[in-house]
């Protein structure tokens, strides 16, 4: 049987990692590339026998490139904290690994969201290029949802990845931001004509469209809901973002030049 390397980028997943860990401890090896975590992180690696591998946090297209320049073996499984394979999953990974008819494959995500798995609203069935034969690697690609570039045929995994995601409002917020903001930067760079009224709306009633209608959303209850207005508010927001972008004084510098003619005025 082919030997495979288990690759997991983590920074401070102390809370999620050792079950993480123990769904991949059928790997010949286990590399955890830290980002400089200051919990129980890499204590919980080093009880399940990990390679702790140091490195500085440049997105994941680079964790991922360098990850795999330091495995051992010959297939590579890569995979998040918060992301655990499941029993059948695994049986198809070692029947795969047995007698690989393709040099990677792609396999098959439940996202966990706000506690529940989620079947409809474009989550599913959240196809990932995970399980990777090394030398057909080109490399990781994309900004945000990076995909790895393979040299050759892709075939499928029978099983799901569980992914434990949006695990309460504030964490969703959290990464809204940085999403959002990270979507509107590359729709700058790429030119994005000046965003006006009907940008706002157009982009709002699109997202809506394919969370409600076309990927029926509310068949997953008031989680479905609750996730159509959670997206409908983020289309919404990467407008705003770019629309800040798209000024020519940012701003941060207009609020200087109000701050400044409000206390001239004051003074006179």
Excluded at 96 to 119: C, E, I, S, T, W
Excluded at 243 to 260: F, T
Aim: net charge positive.
């Amino acid at each position: 049987m082919n030997k495979l390397t288990a690759i997991i980028p983590t920074k401070n997943e102390q809370d999620f990692l050792d079950n993480c860990l123990k769904s991949v401890a059928f790997a010949d090896e286990i590399i955890v590339i830290d980002s400089g975590s200051t919990d129980q992180t890499l204590q919980i690696a080093q009880k399940h026998r990990a390679r702790i591998i140091n490195h500085p946090w440049q997105g994941f297209r680079q964790v991922h490139d360098f990850a795999a320049t330091k495995a051992q073996h010959d297939w590579l499984l890569y995979l998040d904290a918060d992301e655990r394979v499941s029993r059948q999953l695994k049986l198809s990974i070692q029947t795969v690994l047995a007698q690989p008819l393709h040099d990677a494959y792609q396999l098959k995500r439940l996202n966990y969201f706000m506690g529940r798995p989620m079947k409809h609203g474009g989550w599913y069935p959240d196809p990932m290029t995970r399980l990777i034969k090394k030398s057909s690697l080109k490399g990781w690609v994309g900004q945000l949802h990076e995909y790895p570039q393979i040299n050759g045929t892709i075939g499928n995994l029978s099983g799901h990845l569980f992914h434990l995601t949006h695990r309460d409002l504030t964490w969703s917020l959290h990464k809204t931001i940085s999403y959002t903001e990270a979507n509107a930067q590359l729709l700058y760079r790429a030119g994005h004509p000046q965003v006006r009224v009907r940008n706002f709306f157009g982009a709002m009633a699109r997202e809506f469209f394919y969370r409600a209608i076309r990927t029926a959303g509310w068949r997953d209850g008031l989680v479905g809901w609750y996730e159509i207005i959670y997206q409908t508010f983020n289309a919404f927001l990467i407008q705003v973002y770019l629309w800040q972008l798209q000024q020519r004084v940012s701003l941060e510098d207009k609020y200087h030049q109000i701050d400044q003619q409000i206390s001239k005025d004051l003074v006179h």
